[in-house]
């Protein structure tokens, strides 16, 4: 091979290193753009710092409009600012914004910030789609297995009980109430803890020139003493129906409570005397009334505790 065939050779290898060196770094490249692409997917332009930022705002938004709703009769600018713990511009800034997307108003005159109609809205939303029936037979068929007894689910329809939901004791000896009947409120321990949290007024509408009959010779029928039950009621947050709607039935009650904390319906669990008798009542007592209030809870509703008004 002659020196200028062997130069030839060597510069081509060089050419063929510089190539492959370039190839290298461009595939390195590509890598490191396809592996921050990766990386970046789901996140919002700006970066975390600016997520970051907009997710504390959301937060102290929200946190200003549930204050908000909780004092219908409005809160002024420094109000807010103390009760969030910023400073009054950021407040500001934040209020305004709610203001301009119609979840809050500003009273003219006071200046004071409100809830307004769209917050209204989406809460009216919730309660329209909300089915505490559905919400309830879970927590039903949880008692049952707890209590090893039958749990049921019922509402008031004007001096009755109306049984809408069950969850029946495997027992062999266990009550069974058919959906869609009925039982006197003063004659159930569902209807006694319905009747122990209504407005007293609405309580007396209901018990005005009403015999109160007597579905066994235990039922309560003189409405001073029902009066006097439905205090006790309410101070241990339950109802008991001793054998009063049927001879040999005993019964634990607790009131599921609404928005506003009035009486929407009422948990039980019921069986035979033999199981649940006086011994055994304290025990049944305190898992539906705990069980009660978590359906109050899940429904959105409020578990008062003070007597109604």
Same mark, same amino acid.
């Given at each position: 091979? %002659? ?7 060597? $510069? ?8 492959? @060196?370039?190839?290298?770094? %461009?595939?390195?490249?590509? +890598?490191?753009?396809? $592996? !921050? ?5 789901? =996140? ?7 997520? #970051? ?10 946190? &200003? ?25 950021? %407040?500001?800034?934040? /209020? @305004? ?12 005159? !006071? ?34 297995? !707890?209590?090893?007894?039958?749990? +049921? ?64 010779? +235990? ?13 006790? &009621? ?7 129906? =001793? ?6 039935? +005993?019964?634990?009650?607790?009131? /599921?409570?609404?928005?506003?904390? /009035? ?7 019921? #069986?035979?005397?033999?199981? &649940?008798?006086? !011994? ?14 978590? &359906? ?14």
């Amino acid at each position: 091979m %002659t020196d200028e065939e062997r130069h030839r050779a060597t $510069e081509q290898q060089r050419h063929r290193a510089t190539e492959q @060196q370039r190839h290298r770094a %461009t595939e390195q490249q590509h +890598n490191r753009a396809a $592996e !921050s692409k990766r990386r970046a997917v789901g =996140r919002p332009a700006g970066g975390a710092k600016s997520s #970051g930022g907009h997710s504390q705002s959301l937060v102290r938004g929200l946190n &200003i409009l549930e204050m908000l709703a909780a004092t219908p009769d409005g809160l002024a600018l420094s109000d807010v600012a103390e009760d969030v713990g910023l400073a009054p511009s950021t %407040t500001h800034r934040l /209020l @305004q914004a709610l203001f301009q997307q119609g979840f809050i108003t500003q009273d003219v005159e !006071s200046g004071l910030w409100k809830i307004d109609v769209k917050t209204f809205r989406i809460g009216n939303s919730f309660l329209e789609a909300r089915d505490f029936v559905a919400t309830a037979r879970p927590f039903l068929r949880r008692l049952t297995a !707890s209590s090893g007894e039958t749990a +049921n689910l019922g509402i008031r329809d004007d001096g009755m009980v109306v049984y809408l939901a069950q969850s029946e004791s495997k027992q062999m000896m266990r009550m069974i109430t058919r959906l869609g009947s009925r039982a006197p409120l003063h004659a159930s321990g569902v209807g006694k803890a319905l009747l122990a949290w209504m407005p007293p007024q609405e309580f007396e509408q209901i018990v005005a020139g009403r015999v109160l009959e007597g579905e066994t010779p +235990n039922t309560l029928t003189d409405v001073g003493t029902l009066r006097d039950q439905l205090v006790e &009621i309410r101070r241990q947050g339950y109802a008991v129906d =001793r054998e009063e709607h049927a001879i040999g039935l +005993n019964c634990v009650a607790a009131t /599921l409570h609404d928005e506003s904390g /009035l009486p929407l319906a009422a948990i039980s669990v019921s #069986g035979p005397v033999a199981r &649940i008798d006086d !011994s055994r009542l304290p025990e049944l007592a305190a898992l539906v009334a705990e069980t009660a209030r978590e &359906i109050t809870a899940k429904i959105g509703g409020k578990t008062p505790t003070e007597p109604p008004a």
